[in-house]
Nanobody
């Protein structure tokens, strides 16, 4: 059973930075793509960023491009999301996700089979 545990969320002022981590266990981490999604109150879950199994292919939502960076350390079984120049509209619960048997980045939530419990990010103005 794949387990994903996010950490690193918190309260930050606009313009600040946070780094989220997602520790994975239960299968060979380096074999599959990974992704980050977020969900704000009253809104649907939306794609943030995704990365291929080797960390070369990376996709970003237009709203975070140039501010967020997704990366992975396959030796540590950990996925990261570096978030810079944070805005109040980035406030949401952030989730990491893993697909089953997919190695290239995916942008749709339906492509992912495993989800973490989420970590809250709050950006104050």
């Amino acid at each position: 059973q794949v387990q994903l545990v996010e950490s690193g969320g918190g309260l930050v002022q606009a313009g600040g930075s946070l780094r989220l981590s997602c520790a994975a266990s239960g299968r060979t981490f380096s074999s599959y793509a990974m992704g980050w999604f977020r969900q704000a109150p009253g809104k649907e879950r939306e794609f943030v960023a995704a990365i291929g199994r080797f960390g070369i292919s990376r996709y970003y939502a237009d709203s975070v491009k140039g501010r967020f960076t997704i990366s992975r350390d396959n030796a540590k079984n950990t996925l990261y999301l570096q978030m810079n120049s944070l805005k109040p509209e980035d406030t949401a619960v952030y989730y990491c996700a893993a697909p089953n048997r997919i190695t290239i980045p995916q942008t749709l939530p339906a492509a992912y089979d495993y989800w973490g419990q989420g970590t809250q990010v709050t950006v104050s103005s």
